[in-house]
Structure formats: structure tokens, C-alpha cells
């Protein structure tokens, strides 16, 4: 069965980076679109970050431009995202999914919390 698995969350400070891992199992990586989205507490679900089937070819959401960078590596089956220079706005619960948009399946998710 479909399986996504997120991991590489905790505790940062502002201006501090991390890197999220996304290992997806239970379908052909390859052949799909892959999406980080998140969400904070009282807000909807965001778009962070896609990255294309072939090509890799990406979008990002308008708040994370310039600091958020996706990548995939479909020999490991997996979705990375990595953040650099965090802001406290960024603290989410951050999925990943099989899809340029939002879709039926998702990860756990992954807590990342920006405090000083």
C-alpha cells in the first residue's frame, strides 16, 4: 500500500536550517509529482514545494522563495526539502504527497518549531 513517511522535523532557531526527508514506498516513485505542504495551528494546509515527475522541475509557495529548495531521488525513493534562514511563521506540521497538488494521500507529517 501507499506509504509516506516524513521525518527530519524538530527544533530550530530563527535563521536556522533543516532538511525534511519524505521516503515513500508502496508505488512507483518515479511516475509521480511529489509535494511538500504544510500546516500551523489555525490555518489552512499550504503549498511549500513540488517537484516534477521528470525533469524536476519545481514551484514554491511565495513565503518560502529563495529559502526553501525541493529535491528528489528516485533511486531512494525519496523527497527532500531543505530550509534554510526559518522564520517562527514557518513552524508547521510539514506532509509530504504523491502529487503536484493536494491528494488523497499524505504522510504523518513531521513537527518543525522555530523558536529562539
Known amino acids: 500500500q501507499v506509504q509516506l513517511v516524513e521525518s527530519g522535523g524538530g527544533l530550530v532557531q530563527p535563521g536556522g536550517s533543516l532538511t525534511l526527508s519524505c521516503e515513500a514506498s508502496?508505488?512507483?516513485?518515479?511516475?509521480?509529482?511529489m509535494s511538500w505542504y504544510r500546516q500551523a495551528p489555525g490555518k489552512e494546509r499550504e503549498l511549500v514545494a513540488s517537484?516534477?515527475?521528470?525533469?524536476?522541475?519545481?514551484r514554491y509557495g511565495d513565503s518560502v522563495k529563495g529559502r526553501f529548495t525541493i529535491s528528489r531521488d528516485n533511486d531512494k525513493s525519496t523527497v527532500y526539502l531543505q530550509m534554510n534562514d526559518l522564520k517562527s511563521e514557518d513552524g508547521a506540521v510539514y506532509y509530504c504527497?504523491?502529487?503536484?497538488?493536494?491528494?488523497?494521500?499524505w504522510g504523518r507529517g513531521t513537527q518543525v518549531t522555530v523558536s529562539s
Open positions: 508502496g508505488f512507483t516513485f518515479s511516475a509521480y509529482h
Open positions: 504527497t504523491r502529487a503536484w497538488g493536494p491528494s488523497e494521500y
Open positions: 517537484i516534477s515527475k521528470f525533469l524536476d522541475v519545481t
